[in-house]
């Protein structure tokens, strides 16, 4: 999967550059890497000067480097010496990586699966690989990285769910992903998908739950995707069902409302829809800028220099 990025940046190229931004690229053991500079770390300097560093070290310092970085200019150098020295050398990779998510370290399980992938893209890797990322963006705590880490998490689970169809595992992560990045009609059918392929066990029952509780946000993701196509009626009269239910604290579901409002020209409902969506959600800046419009149209100035103001305390945090 990594060779086919056609240009775009890797995504999370910046989040695993800290493995390797202290290495050097030095000459060891001509007879075994020839001409190619290896990756030594600061720490491996005392090592390396007393003769005293492995060719175990170096093999881990190159897993990092093609790992972190899978467009390295030497990777495919790297590949070819580790595939001298180890047999089956995808399978090394992801038994190390498998050891690494043993002990909790998710980030280095990541590096080696990528790796590996990388090698080779077999159904073992590209599962574990998953997993891993997953495992990631649920203790995450930068939005950035978590949302690199789930896009990257939902494209390996679609990919698996191409090259491997009848893995149904990968359709009962993609079921998660989806649902953590808030798309849950694509959620739903992947675990129907899921309990399609599989009839029994705690993942079928679990995924039958989600398929249940998800029927409620799969119709208001419809009447989101009707007001994001401008039918805005369409949309307003799905959701609008909703302001009376346990799902009245969804900031979303008013936002759309309040767009929806005021693109027919209903200003007062508009109003209260981007006001409640403030109780909710005190930052968001697209309900802002909608109440400046709709009390510029108002003639309520003294509303609009209280939205602008607010506007440009938002940004401005938003900056440190």
């Not at 972190?68 to 495919?76: E, G, K, L, P």
């Not at 050398?89 to 998510?101: F, K, M, S």
């Not at 909608?290 to 103001?309: A, H, I, Q, S």
Request: charged share 30%.
């Amino acid at each position: 999967m990594f060779n086919n990025l056609d240009g775009k940046e890797d995504r999370l190229y910046k989040h695993l550059k800290k493995y390797i931004d202290d290495f050097l690229f030095v000459e060891f053991s001509k007879e075994i890497f020839k001409d190619t500079l290896v990756p030594v770390s600061k720490n491996d300097m005392d090592k390396l000067e007393y003769g005293e560093m492995s060719i175990s070290d170096v093999f881990f310092n190159m897993v990092d480097v093609i790992g972190a970085d899978v467009h390295f200019q030497y990777n495919a150098s790297y590949i070819n010496i580790m595939n001298r020295i180890y047999d089956d050398l995808p399978y090394v990779l992801i038994n190390q990586g498998n050891e690494y998510a043993k002990d909790g370290d998710f980030e280095r399980a990541v590096i080696f699966f990528r790796a590996s992938i990388l090698i080779d893209e077999t159904l073992d890797g590209l599962y574990s690989y998953g997993k891993a990322l997953r495992e990631l963006y649920v203790d995450a705590d930068d939005f950035e990285k978590i949302g690199d880490l789930k896009a990257e998490s939902i494209e390996v689970f679609e990919k698996i769910s191409i090259d491997y169809p009848d893995f149904s595992k990968a359709y009962y992560f993609m079921g998660y992903d989806y649902l953590n990045m808030g798309l849950y009609i694509k959620s739903r059918l992947a675990f129907k998908k899921f309990i399609d392929m599989e009839k029994e066990g705690d993942l079928f029952e679990d995924a039958k739950k989600r398929i249940e509780d998800l029927e409620d946000p799969c119709i208001m993701e419809e009447g989101i995707n009707h007001i994001s196509s401008l039918r805005f009626e369409e949309g307003i009269n799905i959701l609008k069902k909703y302001e009376d239910s346990k799902y009245n604290q969804w900031w979303p579901l008013y936002y759309n409302l309040g767009y929806g409002y005021e693109a027919l020209g209903f200003v007062e409902e508009a109003i209260k829809s981007y006001t409640k969506v403030l109780r909710l959600n005190g930052s968001h800046l697209d309900s802002m800028e909608g109440l400046v419009r709709l009390y510029t149209k108002l003639d309520d100035m003294e509303k609009v220099e209280k939205y602008m103001n607010k506007i440009t305390i938002v940004k401005d945090s938003n900056l440190n």
